[in-house]
Every structure is written in structure tokens, then in C-alpha cells.
């Protein structure tokens, strides 16, 4: 990376089509490229696989949360009607995994949900409100109808003039850089 | 790249011989509308000055919500008395309308999760809605049992949380259990709404115009960029709150059917309550889907995203689920003829014939003849007719729960104990104010808040497919 790139973000280029950006995704992905990324209004089916992500890491911690809130909701139930203050009800055991079992179900359900609320948060790394891509005016049309691929400067492979051109080579319409 | 469909070598022996029909699916969006098309349609909703029927309609609706506010300031003042409950009936309008309004909550979560996990592309042009719909009616619902309590100051009692007197829940009452579904179903219903709200808030954000607009929908969107990375995790996120809120749907009623079916009151004690009170939730919550999208579609020109297909299936799914709700009806019967237990024949013989007859015939003809118009395309086609039968379904499945919950309670085991509920000014106060709290909490949605999934529209139009030409 030269000196030059110091206060660049990456390089911009937008497409009309979904199919332009599919393939062009497709290329990008071929040329070996780690950092960079297609912002698009709505999930395009197969854009993962087209981009050579690997799966999302999201349902470790929804197992993760599952498996505390079952935790929690048997120490819970455990605790109050059996340990600190035992209570005979129908000559019954003081605890079970049966009568309280709605009860831990739904812990479970609960905190799996935050485990899958928060990761994909965690994991999007959001809230993000400053990004240098809300600086360019083309962006505000990616929520809407335009599709984008940005090649960062943190990548290896970023040389600003050839990243451009490559850019113009996938058939993008408007090529932009983004700067920090 | 070449579809891989195209040149399969494998072409079936028989397609030689037989020509066969073209079945296309219908489309989901007609006119074949275009990305920016269902953004500026969708975003115009927040955009355009605030319409007069929506600030007339808002005013109506906060002055009847008032009449809850009141109530229940009485009540409160009061004791629950003012709720017309004395022996034997002591659960009246309170319960019956909480189980109303939760049942309206299920049909947003059958929407948003169990069509999703079944791939019905249709959900999207109504999920959004429903998922308000269902999170507002669990704010109508929650208000009934939180009162009901009598001294509401007390109500955190209800709650794991360490009290002065060292005292905890007791995990073995199916009312205990229901704190713990309702709260978590709400929990878990508002994560799933937000969090399929942010990239459409993101939309609204970048075409803010107002600072204070941007800011407001910036805080909301959480910075969401839209990069496929972003929604790769997005997606999956999305897909397990769908695969988690399938069970917690399906348990929320059970475990409200519990309230019942665990006591051992003729009529309650039954094993057919948590797939009766499922379906019958997903009816009266699809009846009230309908109730809500068809104004607002003539309101707002959305006839091109909802479209026929859209409220055939709907409708279709109301003849489902009313003719299981009245299958339920007649397995009740039949197994309390069955079961040779005097006491439960005696309770479905005064459903029907005793001295609330009238509200289970009311019940039947709402819930069971009504619905079976549906058979009819005309009927399907006719939107007025729709939302008359959608309105009838609604005051069926409230007089379901009120049949359910007085009939029992009126006459049980001892004769002598028997008596006749009747509610009280307060209760039909606050029952019909919380239809203005609802409408409150609904417009305040359609104006702020993104009515469609613009992402998910935009997902299931032809020209989002990668492949297509």
C-alpha cells in the first residue's frame, strides 16, 4: 500500500442489475479479493456462495443462549421452589424437570432469541453510525434500487488506479473512491 | 452462468408423449413493479404529510382508549368487583378478553415465522403489519391479567425477582407459566419486528430530507450498510428467530389453554384445548389481518403488493382454521357424551342449550357457518363481503372465550353454587377502550414505521433473481 491510499476508504462502482453484480461478485471473488463487500438493497439468493463467504457464525451463539437459558431456567425454578424456600405441594418431590418445564422452555426460547438478536448485531458490528460510505451520495440510492461493490484499501491486493480499472472490466457504471 | 436447469440431460421419457400444462404461479406482485416503485410507494406512507383520516382516526382512537384508562382507574380504586366477578364466576370480561387478544397476536407470528420456515413468499407483502398487529394486541392482553390481579402494585410478585417477604412464584401454576409465555412471546415478537425493520429504516434514513427525520430513522437503522456480509448474518439471524418463534407461537397458546385445561372444571379439563385454542388463535388473528390490510390498502393504493392472491390464501386460511375450530367444537361433544362422566356432559349440554345458549350459538355461526363462504371465489373476490365475514369471525372468537370461561364457571358441580354473570359498565369500558389503545398504538406504526418489508418485497420480484434474463 503507498502512501497515497493513507486516507482512502476503497473504490466504489455501482450496477443496475442484479445479474451484472452477481457475476461481477463472482469475478471479484475469483481475483482472490478478502476485503471488500456488495451492498445491496435486499439479500440476493446465492450472493453468499457468489462471494465465497463462509456460513454465519450467528447459530453459535443462538446454541449458546439456548443452552443458558435452559441453564437458567432450571437453576431458577430449582432455587425459589426448592432450595431457598422449599414448599410441599401434593406431596409431590420439591423439584422436577416436569411442572416447571413451560417455565424453562420458555427461558430457553427467550435467551436463544437474544443470543440470535445480539449476534447478528456482534457480529455486523452494529450500531455503526459513522462509516465513510455514508459520505458518498451514490450510497443513499444502495437502500433503494442500486447495487454496489466496494473494494477496501486494507486489502492486500488494493493498488488505487489498478482497482479502478478492474472495476471498469466488471461492467460497473460509476466508479467512485471513497475517502476515510 | 448457465442455469443449470436449461440443459439437464435427463429429460423424462414421458415428455415426448404428453404436453404438459402450464401452471403459472401467480404473481406476487402485479404490473410488474420495479425496485424503486415499492420503495417510493412504502417510504411515501412516512414521507407524505400527515393525512387527515389518520389524524381524525387518531383522535377517535385516543378518546376511546381513554375509556380503558378510566376503567381501569376505577377498578383500581375500586377492587376488581367493579368487574362484575363474585362467586362463582370469578373470572369474567377480564380473562376472556385477554385470551382475545392474545389469539389476535398469533396469526402475525404464524406470518412472520412458520410461513417463512415454509417458504410462502406471499408473508411478505403482510408481515410487517401483522408483526405490529401481534405485538400490540399482547399489549392489549397483558393490560387484563396485569389488573386482574386486584392490587396491580403487587404484580411484579409474578416475577422471579427477590421480595422483602422471601417469598418466590410458584413454578407449579399454569398461571405462573403464562407469565413467563406472554412476556417472552412479546420479548421475542418485538426482537423479530425490529430487527426485520432495520434495513428498511436504513431506506428511510438515506432519503431523509429533515435533520430531525434523519437522525430519528439513523438511531433506529443502527448504521445498517446493506452489505452482503451484513445480511448474510442478517439472514441467518433472521431465519432462526423464525425456526424459534414456530415453537414459542405454538406454546404461548398451549400454555394459555393450561389456564384452563390444568384446573379440573367440566368443560376446561380437557386434552383438546392446546391444538383447539392454536387454531382458533391463528383464525381470529388471520380475521383481524384482514380487518386491518384491506382499509389500508384502499388507503394507500397498495393493490399492485397485496393483491387477490394475497387474500385468497388468507381467506383460505380462515376456512382452515374455522373449520378445525369447528371440528374442535364437535370432538368436545363427542367426548364428553363419551367419556360417561355426568359433569361434562352436563357442561356441553348447557353450552348449547343452557342459559347461555345464546352466546354459544353465536359463537357457532360466526365461527363455524360464516367462514365456509370462503369456499366461494365470489365471496373471496368481493372485498367488502371479506371484511364483514372478517368482523363476524373476530365476535365469534370472542364469544369462544366468553363460552369457554362463564359457561363452566356458572354452573360446575353444585347446583346450589350456580349463578349468572353478567359484566358491569366498567368491564364493557374498558374492553372497548382497548380497541382505541390498540388503533393508537396501529397508526402510530403506519405513519412512523416502514408498513411493507421493502427488502423482503423487492426479494421475491422476478427481477431479484440473479439468474433471470
Known amino acids: 500500500m503507498n502512501e497515497r491510499n493513507e486516507r482512502i476508504h476503497g473504490v466504489a462502482c455501482t450496477f443496475r442489475q442484479v445479474s451484472d453484480v452477481f457475476h461481477a461478485a463472482e469475478q471479484v471473488r475469483d481475483a482472490g479479493w478478502k476485503n471488500w463487500d456488495v451492498h445491496t438493497p435486499f439479500p440476493i439468493h446465492g450472493m453468499d456462495q457468489a462471494m465465497g463467504l463462509p456460513r454465519s457464525p450467528v447459530p453459535r451463539l443462538t446454541l449458546l443462549g439456548g443452552i443458558t437459558g435452559f441453564i437458567t431456567g432450571c437453576l431458577l425454578t430449582w432455587y425459589m421452589n426448592s432450595y431457598d424456600y422449599p414448599l410441599i405441594v401434593g406431596g409431590k418431590p420439591y423439584w422436577s424437570v416436569i411442572f416447571p418445564f413451560p417455565v424453562i422452555y420458555e427461558c430457553t426460547i427467550l435467551f436463544a432469541a437474544f443470543g440470535t438478536f445480539f449476534g447478528q448485531f456482534i457480529f455486523n458490528r452494529l450500531p455503526h453510525?459513522?462509516?465513510p460510505l455514508f459520505d458518498l451520495p451514490q450510497f443513499s440510492r444502495v437502500s433503494d434500487d442500486t447495487f454496489m461493490i466496494v473494494l477496501e484499501a486494507r486489502d492486500p491486493q488494493f493498488h488505487l488506479d489498478e482497482s479502478r480499472n478492474f472495476l471498469l472490466s466488471l461492467g460497473g457504471q460509476e466508479i467512485t473512491v471513497i475517502r476515510d | 452462468m448457465a442455469n443449470a436447469h436449461d440443459s439437464s440431460p435427463e429429460r423424462p421419457a414421458i415428455l415426448d408423449r404428453v404436453r404438459p400444462a402450464e401452471l403459472p404461479r401467480s404473481p406476487l406482485i402485479l404490473n410488474n413493479r420495479g425496485f424503486h416503485w415499492i420503495t417510493d410507494k412504502v417510504c411515501a406512507i412516512v414521507e407524505e404529510p400527515t393525512p387527515l383520516w389518520w389524524k381524525v382516526t387518531f383522535a377517535a382512537a385516543l378518546f376511546i382508549a381513554s375509556f380503558t384508562f378510566v376503567g381501569l382507574g376505577y377498578l383500581v380504586s375500586t377492587g376488581t368487583g367493579a368487574w362484575g366477578l363474585r362467586s362463582p364466576v370469578g373470572w369474567g370480561w377480564a380473562i376472556v378478553n385477554f385470551v382475545f387478544w392474545v389469539g389476535i397476536g398469533h396469526a402475525g407470528t404464524l406470518i412472520s415465522a412458520i410461513l417463512c420456515l415454509l417458504r410462502q413468499k406471499w408473508r411478505t407483502s403482510i408481515n410487517r403489519?401483522?408483526?405490529?398487529?401481534?405485538?400490540?394486541?399482547?399489549?392489549?392482553?397483558?393490560?387484563?391479567?396485569?389488573?386482574?390481579?386486584?392490587r396491580v402494585w403487587f404484580a411484579w410478585w409474578l416475577f422471579p425477582i427477590p421480595n422483602q417477604n422471601g417469598?418466590?412464584?410458584?413454578?407449579r401454576s399454569p398461571l405462573e407459566w403464562d407469565v413467563f409465555a406472554v412476556s417472552t412471546y412479546f420479548t421475542v415478537s418485538t426482537l423479530f419486528w425490529y430487527m426485520g425493520m432495520i434495513p428498511d429504516l436504513g431506506t428511510i434514513r438515506d432519503r431523509?430530507?429533515?435533520?430531525?427525520?434523519?437522525?430519528?430513522?439513523?438511531?433506529l437503522a443502527m448504521g445498517w450498510r446493506g452489505g452482503n456480509r451484513q445480511w448474510s448474518n442478517f439472514e441467518m439471524a433472521y431465519l432462526l428467530l423464525a425456526g424459534l418463534s414456530t415453537p414459542l407461537v405454538l406454546s404461548v397458546h398451549t400454555i394459555v389453554s393450561f389456564d384452563f385445561a390444568v384446573s379440573n372444571v367440566p368443560g376446561w379439563h380437557t386434552t383438546i384445548f392446546p391444538p383447539y385454542f392454536v387454531a382458533g388463535a391463528i383464525f381470529s388473528g388471520f380475521a383481524m389481518v384482514l380487518t386491518l390490510m384491506l382499509p389500508l390498502r384502499a388507503i394507500y393504493r397498495l393493490h399492485d403488493v397485496i393483491n387477490q392472491y394475497h387474500i385468497d390464501n388468507m381467506c383460505k386460511i380462515i376456512l382452515a382454521t374455522g373449520t378445525m375450530v369447528g371440528y374442535a367444537y364437535a370432538t368436545e361433544f363427542f367426548i364428553a357424551a363419551y367419556s360417561g362422566n355426568s359433569f361434562e356432559k352436563f357442561a356441553f349440554v348447557n353450552r348449547a342449550f343452557g342459559q347461555y345458549s345464546w352466546a354459544y350459538w353465536i359463537m357457532v355461526s360466526c365461527n363455524v357457518i360464516t367462514p365456509q363462504l370462503f369456499w366461494f371465489k365470489k365471496v373471496r373476490?368481493?372485498?367488502?363481503?371479506?371484511?364483514?365475514?372478517?368482523l363476524f369471525v373476530n365476535v365469534g372468537m370472542w364469544f369462544e372465550r366468553f363460552v369457554i370461561t362463564i359457561t363452566s364457571l356458572a354452573n360446575d358441580y353444585l347446583p346450589s353454587s350456580w349463578g349468572y354473570y353478567s359484566p358491569t359498565i366498567v368491564d364493557i369500558f374498558t374492553f372497548f377502550g382497548t380497541f382505541g389503545f390498540f388503533s393508537v398504538l396501529f397508526l402510530l406504526f403506519v405513519r412512523f414505521l416502514p408498513l411493507l418489508p421493502m427488502a423482503e418485497v423487492k426479494m421475491v420480484t422476478p427481477q431479484a433473481d440473479p439468474h433471470a434474463h
Open chain 2, 381 to 390: 373476490e368481493n372485498h367488502s363481503l371479506v371484511w364483514i365475514i372478517c
Open chain 2, 208 to 219: 431523509a430530507t429533515t435533520w430531525w427525520r434523519k437522525a430519528f430513522y439513523s438511531l
Open chain 2, 129 to 150: 403489519a401483522a408483526e405490529a398487529m401481534t405485538i400490540f394486541a399482547v399489549c392489549c392482553a397483558g393490560l387484563f391479567p396485569l389488573f386482574h390481579v386486584g
Open chain 2, 167 to 171: 417469598i418466590w412464584p410458584q413454578f
Open chain 1, 129 to 131: 453510525h459513522h462509516h
